[in-house]
């Protein structure tokens, strides 16, 4: 029996080397079959045999097939073979549903700049579409139409599908806005995008050495800020002749931020003007109409009637006198107004509200236009480059009406602005003490303004009593104010 197994495992051994593996693993079933069946054999003897005799002839059957039958090499495969082992119908079935379920990759966007001369039809031939791609996106969606108001340097963007054909468009409008337009089953449908900046509070303090401009400048403010505190305060200060070295300026205002980066300017919340050792204090605040408008303190509007100097100003150059010997002429002729010297294109603002009753030229006055103000007033600005409104029309107080100019008798450019009470000639500058009272908040929303602006009125208190605090930073400015 010992000299028929050593044969066997001779020849298995031999054929072990040429089968593949199928062979090695069906040979590792049997083998585990036939220790299987030598174990119950044993058993059943132990059994059906419980004396010492039969006892140690089951050990010696179980010692003959276990170490003669069953051999390692035999029943289990190298490592090399299962490395070269094809993957299982199983192992496939598990990796196709995860490849199904990846999303197809979006199509790049394709930017195209506008050039001068450009027009729809030829921005989407360079991206490689063709006319009939513009029709349908402009007529076919609620916002095509304003994809026809285009501009040099303006970035379109075209986004294509898998087999070319125009996928959508997009146009950013602003930093705030983007039209996307894109392709469905009707046609083109677009989607308006818009972004809101972030507000943050910001404050700047000057001292006026020369001008306003310049102290603003120098500050950090805004052109738009600097015009802004202009007609905030135009009403009580001409910034022509009370400014003075030494003034001081105090201003709260708004900055708006986009992706971390300043996009503009806001509203100024609070300011305060100290002219010749007097405080003029203004606050923004919505009333129950919400309307916004600058007050004072008591709740006075800052609004007045008329502007003390209605240009953006750079010098005054000659004031009212009735005596005054005219530079062309060479004749002693009422000056009945002021002459505000400015480069030309200066713009220059109606005083008040009012309708234009007269514009034109003439060969002394030049561009010429006449506002009337209610029954008794009447402005004159004379001189202009350009006019910019005509005979019939509503202005407000602050648009800009026209441009300095030196057209008619002028020996250089500026403006010269008259004011008439009833007809007769008054003094621009003294006239204002005469005017109606500002309006003031009505009693009902004077707990609700003193409110708003108990904060800004620390804020500017601070600024005013510790300029070198504020400069600091605006971690001081928050801890003096808390």
Same mark, same amino acid.
Not at 151 to 172: C, H, K, M, N, T
Not at 185 to 199: A, Q, Y
Not at 202 to 231: V, Y
Not at 435 to 453: G, H, N, Q
């Given at each position: ?12 051994a031999?054929?072990?080397e ?8 069906l040979?590792g079933?049997? =083998?585990? =079959? ?8 044993a ?11 039969? /006892?140690?002839?089951?050990?010696q059957?179980a010692?003959?097939i276990?170490?003669t039958?069953i051999?390692?090499?035999?029943t289990f495969p190298?490592a ?9 119908d199983?192992?496939? =079935?598990?990796t196709i549903?995860?490849q199904?379920t ?15 001369g ?10 490689g ?13 609620? #916002?095509?139409k304003?994809l026809a108001?285009i501009?040099? !340097? ?7 599908d898998?087999s070319g054909?125009?996928? =959508?468009?997009?146009v950013?409008r602003s ?5 996307i ?17 972030e507000t943050r509070?910001?404050?700047?303090? /000057?001292e *006026?050495?020369?001008s ?5 400048k120098?500050?950090? %403010?805004?052109?738009t800020?600097?015009m ?15 400014p ?9 205002y708004e900055e708006?931020f %986009? ?6 300017d806001?509203?100024?919340i609070?300011a ?7 405080? &003029?204090?203004?606050?923004? &605040? ?5 309307d916004?408008?600058y ?6 509007s800052?609004r007045?009637a008329f ?8 010098? *005054?150059s000659s ?7 005219h ?9 009945? !107004?002021t002459d505000?010297a400015?480069?030309t294109?200066?713009?220059? &603002?109606?005083a !008040? ?8 030229y003439t060969g002394?006055?030049g561009?010429?236009?006449f *506002?009337?103000?209610?029954d008794q &007033? ?17 202005v407000d107080?602050?648009?800009? *009406? !026209?441009?300095v100019?030196s057209?008619g ?6 403006l010269?602005y008259?004011?008439l ?7 621009p500058r003294k006239?204002?003490?005469l ?10 929303e004077?707990?609700?303004f003193?409110?708003?602006?108990? #904060?800004?009125?620390?804020?500017l /208190?601070t600024?005013r009593?510790d ?8 971690d001081?400015? #928050?801890?003096a104010?808390n």
């Amino acid at each position: 029996m010992r000299a028929a197994a050593k044969k066997r495992r001779g020849a298995t051994a031999n054929r072990s080397e040429e089968r593949p593996l199928a062979s090695f693993i069906l040979r590792g079933k049997l =083998a585990l =079959a036939a220790v299987a069946a030598a174990a119950c054999l044993a058993t059943v003897v132990m059994v059906l045999s419980p004396d010492d005799k039969s /006892a140690k002839r089951t050990e010696q059957i179980a010692a003959e097939i276990t170490p003669t039958e069953i051999s390692p090499e035999d029943t289990f495969p190298s490592a090399d073979l299962w490395q070269v082992s094809k993957p299982t119908d199983l192992d496939s =079935a598990q990796t196709i549903p995860e490849q199904a379920t990846l999303a197809p990759e979006e199509q790049p966007w394709l930017d195209q700049v506008v050039k001068n001369g450009d027009n729809l039809s030829l921005i989407f031939q360079r991206a490689g579409f063709k006319k009939g791609d513009v029709h349908q996106v402009v007529t076919g969606s609620a #916002e095509g139409k304003s994809l026809a108001r285009i501009y040099p !340097g303006q970035i379109i963007s075209f986004q294509s599908d898998e087999s070319g054909e125009l996928a =959508a468009v997009r146009v950013v409008r602003s930093p705030l806005e983007t039209i996307i337009y894109r392709r469905d089953d009707k046609g083109f449908s677009s989607e308006v995008i818009s972004r809101t900046p972030e507000t943050r509070e910001s404050w700047a303090t /000057a001292e *006026i050495t020369s001008s306003l401009f310049l102290a603003g400048k120098q500050a950090g %403010l805004s052109q738009t800020t600097i015009m802004d505190l202009a007609n905030i305060f135009g009403g009580v200060i001409d910034f022509v002749q009370d400014p003075r070295q030494g003034d001081t300026i105090q201003v709260v205002y708004e900055e708006m931020f %986009l992706d971390d980066k300043k996009y503009g300017d806001g509203a100024i919340i609070a300011a305060s003007f100290t002219n010749k050792g007097k405080t &003029y204090n203004a606050f923004r &605040y919505v009333d129950a109409s919400g309307d916004a408008n600058y007050y004072n303190e008591d709740g006075v509007s800052m609004r007045k009637a008329f502007l003390l100097a209605p240009v953006d100003f750079t010098r *005054i150059s000659s004031n009212f006198n009735m005596k005054r010997l005219h530079p062309i002429y060479k004749t002693t002729r009422p000056h009945r !107004g002021t002459d505000y010297a400015a480069p030309t294109g200066t713009p220059v &603002y109606a005083a !008040g509200d009012g309708k234009v009753v007269k514009a034109g030229y003439t060969g002394a006055n030049g561009n010429y236009v006449f *506002i009337q103000h209610g029954d008794q &007033y009447v402005t004159r600005y004379l001189h202009l480059n350009k006019r910019l409104v005509k005979a019939g029309q509503r202005v407000d107080q602050s648009q800009v *009406i !026209g441009t300095v100019g030196s057209t008619g008798a002028a020996t250089g450019p500026h403006l010269h602005y008259e004011f008439l009470v009833n007809g007769a000639h008054r003094d621009p500058r003294k006239i204002h003490k005469l005017l109606p009272k500002a309006r003031t908040l009505a009693a009902k929303e004077m707990t609700a303004f003193r409110e708003s602006i108990h #904060e800004s009125s620390l804020q500017l /208190a601070t600024l005013r009593s510790d300029n070198h605090m504020a400069m600091n930073g605006p971690d001081n400015l #928050e801890s003096a104010t808390n």
